[in-house]
Antibody
Framework: QVQLVESGGGLVKPGGSLRLSCAAS????????MSWIRQAPGKGLEWVSY????????YYADSVKGRFTISRDNAKNSLYLQMNSLRAEDTAVYYC???????WGQGTLVTVSS | QAGLTQPPSVSKGLRQTATLTCTGN????????AAWLQQHQGHPPKLLSY???NRPSGISERLSASRSGNTASLTITGLQPEDEADYYC???????????FGGGTKLTVL
Protein backbone atom coordinates (compact mmCIF):
# COMPACT_ATOMS: atom_id res chain seq x y z
CA GLN A 1 0.00 0.00 0.00
CA VAL A 2 1.04 3.61 -0.52
CA GLN A 3 3.00 5.06 2.38
CA LEU A 4 4.33 8.58 2.75
CA VAL A 5 6.38 9.39 5.83
CA GLU A 6 7.44 12.96 6.48
CA SER A 7 10.28 13.98 8.75
CA GLY A 8 12.42 16.99 9.56
CA GLY A 9 9.91 19.26 11.27
CA GLY A 10 10.59 21.04 14.53
CA LEU A 11 11.01 24.38 16.26
CA VAL A 12 13.06 27.01 14.46
CA LYS A 13 13.63 30.72 15.01
CA PRO A 14 12.42 33.33 12.52
CA GLY A 15 14.93 33.61 9.70
CA GLY A 16 16.10 30.05 10.21
CA SER A 17 16.06 27.04 7.90
CA LEU A 18 14.69 23.50 7.90
CA ARG A 19 14.74 20.66 5.42
CA LEU A 20 11.71 18.38 5.26
CA SER A 21 11.92 14.89 3.81
CA CYS A 22 9.25 12.46 2.66
CA ALA A 23 9.99 8.76 2.22
CA ALA A 24 7.64 7.11 -0.27
CA SER A 25 6.82 3.44 -0.71
CA UNK A 26 4.14 1.19 -2.18
CA UNK A 27 4.13 2.76 -5.65
CA UNK A 28 6.51 3.62 -8.47
CA UNK A 29 7.68 6.96 -7.10
CA UNK A 30 9.35 8.07 -10.30
CA UNK A 31 6.06 7.84 -12.23
CA UNK A 32 4.15 10.43 -10.21
CA UNK A 33 4.18 14.12 -9.51
CA MET A 34 4.28 15.12 -5.86
CA SER A 35 3.30 18.13 -3.80
CA TRP A 36 3.77 19.74 -0.41
CA ILE A 37 0.61 21.10 1.20
CA ARG A 38 0.48 22.75 4.62
CA GLN A 39 -2.10 23.49 7.27
CA ALA A 40 -1.60 26.15 9.92
CA PRO A 41 -3.03 25.31 13.37
CA GLY A 42 -6.82 25.55 13.26
CA LYS A 43 -6.78 26.75 9.65
CA GLY A 44 -7.47 25.36 6.18
CA LEU A 45 -5.25 23.70 3.62
CA GLU A 46 -2.68 25.70 1.64
CA TRP A 47 -0.81 24.35 -1.35
CA VAL A 48 2.94 25.01 -1.13
CA SER A 49 4.71 23.44 -4.09
CA TYR A 50 4.53 20.92 -6.94
CA UNK A 51 7.22 18.86 -8.67
CA UNK A 52 6.74 16.73 -11.78
CA UNK A 53 7.73 13.08 -11.91
CA UNK A 54 11.13 13.84 -13.44
CA UNK A 55 11.67 17.02 -11.44
CA UNK A 56 11.81 19.13 -14.57
CA UNK A 57 8.68 21.16 -13.79
CA UNK A 58 8.29 22.95 -10.46
CA TYR A 59 5.74 25.43 -9.16
CA TYR A 60 5.49 27.37 -5.90
CA ALA A 61 2.84 29.31 -4.05
CA ASP A 62 3.53 33.05 -4.05
CA SER A 63 3.81 32.95 -0.25
CA VAL A 64 6.94 30.75 -0.38
CA LYS A 65 8.48 31.64 -3.74
CA GLY A 66 12.15 32.52 -3.40
CA ARG A 67 12.38 31.01 0.10
CA PHE A 68 11.42 27.34 -0.36
CA THR A 69 12.91 24.79 -2.76
CA ILE A 70 11.25 21.50 -3.66
CA SER A 71 13.31 18.58 -4.97
CA ARG A 72 13.17 14.82 -5.32
CA ASP A 73 15.52 11.86 -5.57
CA ASN A 74 13.79 9.14 -7.58
CA ALA A 75 16.59 6.67 -6.82
CA LYS A 76 15.84 7.07 -3.11
CA ASN A 77 12.04 7.37 -3.47
CA SER A 78 12.25 10.64 -1.58
CA LEU A 79 10.76 14.12 -1.76
CA TYR A 80 12.29 17.16 -0.07
CA LEU A 81 11.40 20.72 0.88
CA GLN A 82 14.23 23.10 1.77
CA MET A 83 12.76 26.00 3.73
CA ASN A 84 14.85 29.14 4.25
CA SER A 85 14.10 32.56 5.76
CA LEU A 86 11.30 31.05 7.79
CA ARG A 87 8.57 33.30 9.19
CA ALA A 88 6.01 32.88 11.94
CA GLU A 89 3.31 32.48 9.28
CA ASP A 90 5.07 29.37 7.97
CA THR A 91 4.08 27.56 11.17
CA ALA A 92 1.99 24.60 10.03
CA VAL A 93 1.76 20.87 9.58
CA TYR A 94 3.41 20.06 6.27
CA TYR A 95 2.00 17.16 4.27
CA CYS A 96 3.70 15.21 1.51
CA UNK A 97 1.03 14.38 -1.10
CA UNK A 98 1.03 11.82 -3.92
CA UNK A 99 -0.34 12.72 -7.33
CA UNK A 100 -3.73 14.43 -7.56
CA UNK A 101 -4.26 14.40 -3.77
CA UNK A 102 -4.75 10.62 -3.70
CA UNK A 103 -2.57 9.89 -0.69
CA TRP A 104 -1.28 12.04 2.15
CA GLY A 105 1.38 11.46 4.74
CA GLN A 106 0.66 12.01 8.43
CA GLY A 107 2.41 15.37 8.28
CA THR A 108 5.31 16.97 10.13
CA LEU A 109 4.88 20.05 12.31
CA VAL A 110 7.03 23.10 11.67
CA THR A 111 6.93 25.80 14.34
CA VAL A 112 8.62 29.13 13.69
CA SER A 113 8.97 31.07 16.91
CA SER A 114 11.57 32.98 18.90
CA GLN B 1 -3.27 33.26 -4.88
CA ALA B 2 -7.06 33.57 -4.85
CA GLY B 3 -8.82 30.57 -3.40
CA LEU B 4 -12.13 28.83 -3.96
CA THR B 5 -15.25 29.84 -2.04
CA GLN B 6 -16.99 27.42 0.33
CA PRO B 7 -19.61 28.13 3.02
CA PRO B 8 -17.92 27.94 6.45
CA SER B 9 -20.52 25.61 7.93
CA VAL B 10 -23.48 23.38 7.08
CA SER B 11 -25.73 21.59 9.59
CA LYS B 12 -28.10 18.75 8.74
CA GLY B 13 -29.96 16.05 10.61
CA LEU B 14 -29.13 12.37 10.81
CA ARG B 15 -30.11 10.49 7.60
CA GLN B 16 -30.73 13.76 5.77
CA THR B 17 -28.92 14.96 2.64
CA ALA B 18 -26.23 17.65 2.64
CA THR B 19 -24.97 19.47 -0.41
CA LEU B 20 -21.69 21.36 -0.09
CA THR B 21 -20.71 23.93 -2.69
CA CYS B 22 -17.42 25.27 -4.01
CA THR B 23 -17.19 28.26 -6.36
CA GLY B 24 -14.19 29.14 -8.45
CA ASN B 25 -13.69 30.49 -11.95
CA UNK B 26 -13.08 29.36 -15.51
CA UNK B 27 -9.37 28.84 -14.85
CA UNK B 28 -9.83 26.31 -12.07
CA UNK B 29 -13.18 24.64 -11.24
CA UNK B 30 -14.69 25.54 -14.61
CA UNK B 31 -11.69 24.15 -16.46
CA UNK B 32 -10.13 21.28 -14.49
CA UNK B 33 -13.01 20.28 -12.26
CA ALA B 34 -12.66 19.98 -8.50
CA ALA B 35 -11.44 17.44 -6.01
CA TRP B 36 -13.14 16.97 -2.65
CA LEU B 37 -11.38 16.01 0.57
CA GLN B 38 -12.66 15.06 4.00
CA GLN B 39 -10.69 15.76 7.17
CA HIS B 40 -11.49 14.56 10.64
CA GLN B 41 -9.94 16.39 13.57
CA GLY B 42 -6.32 15.35 14.09
CA HIS B 43 -6.06 13.36 10.87
CA PRO B 44 -4.70 14.13 7.40
CA PRO B 45 -7.23 14.84 4.64
CA LYS B 46 -8.69 11.96 2.64
CA LEU B 47 -9.60 12.21 -1.05
CA LEU B 48 -13.31 11.63 -1.68
CA SER B 49 -13.65 12.58 -5.31
CA TYR B 50 -11.52 13.96 -8.10
CA UNK B 51 -12.29 15.62 -11.43
CA UNK B 52 -15.89 16.11 -10.34
CA UNK B 53 -17.26 12.60 -9.77
CA ASN B 54 -14.53 10.04 -9.86
CA ARG B 55 -14.53 8.23 -6.53
CA PRO B 56 -11.41 6.42 -5.29
CA SER B 57 -12.03 2.83 -4.28
CA GLY B 58 -13.49 2.46 -0.81
CA ILE B 59 -15.35 5.75 -0.81
CA SER B 60 -19.03 5.39 0.06
CA GLU B 61 -21.61 5.51 -2.71
CA ARG B 62 -23.54 7.91 -0.48
CA LEU B 63 -21.14 10.59 -1.76
CA SER B 64 -21.44 12.08 -5.21
CA ALA B 65 -19.82 15.09 -6.81
CA SER B 66 -20.88 17.25 -9.73
CA ARG B 67 -20.07 20.52 -11.45
CA SER B 68 -22.11 23.24 -13.10
CA GLY B 69 -20.06 25.94 -14.71
CA ASN B 70 -17.63 27.32 -12.14
CA THR B 71 -19.35 25.72 -9.15
CA ALA B 72 -18.65 22.21 -7.86
CA SER B 73 -20.90 20.38 -5.44
CA LEU B 74 -20.55 17.41 -3.11
CA THR B 75 -23.76 15.66 -2.07
CA ILE B 76 -23.84 13.29 0.88
CA THR B 77 -27.02 11.29 1.33
CA GLY B 78 -28.20 9.40 4.42
CA LEU B 79 -25.98 11.42 6.75
CA GLN B 80 -24.24 9.42 9.46
CA PRO B 81 -22.38 10.63 12.58
CA GLU B 82 -19.04 9.74 10.94
CA ASP B 83 -19.77 12.22 8.14
CA GLU B 84 -19.23 15.06 10.61
CA ALA B 85 -15.93 16.55 9.47
CA ASP B 86 -14.31 19.39 7.55
CA TYR B 87 -14.67 19.23 3.78
CA TYR B 88 -12.32 20.97 1.34
CA CYS B 89 -12.52 21.46 -2.39
CA UNK B 90 -9.46 21.98 -4.55
CA UNK B 91 -8.58 22.56 -8.17
CA UNK B 92 -5.56 23.25 -10.31
CA UNK B 93 -5.59 26.83 -11.57
CA UNK B 94 -4.19 26.94 -15.09
CA UNK B 95 -3.64 30.70 -15.11
CA UNK B 96 -1.80 30.74 -11.77
CA UNK B 97 0.01 27.42 -12.30
CA UNK B 98 -0.96 26.69 -8.72
CA UNK B 99 -3.34 24.48 -6.80
CA UNK B 100 -6.06 26.41 -4.99
CA PHE B 101 -8.20 25.31 -2.08
CA GLY B 102 -11.48 26.41 -0.62
CA GLY B 103 -11.51 27.60 2.96
CA GLY B 104 -13.36 24.44 4.03
CA THR B 105 -16.88 23.65 5.20
CA LYS B 106 -17.52 22.23 8.64
CA LEU B 107 -20.36 19.72 8.33
CA THR B 108 -22.31 19.11 11.51
CA VAL B 109 -24.67 16.12 11.72
CA LEU B 110 -27.40 16.86 14.27
Amino acid sequence: QVQLVESGGGLVKPGGSLRLSCAASGFTFSDYYMSWIRQAPGKGLEWVSYISSSGSTIYYADSVKGRFTISRDNAKNSLYLQMNSLRAEDTAVYYCVYGPLDYWGQGTLVTVSS
Amino acid sequence: QAGLTQPPSVSKGLRQTATLTCTGNSNNVGNQGAAWLQQHQGHPPKLLSYRNNNRPSGISERLSASRSGNTASLTITGLQPEDEADYYCSAWDSSLSARVFGGGTKLTVL
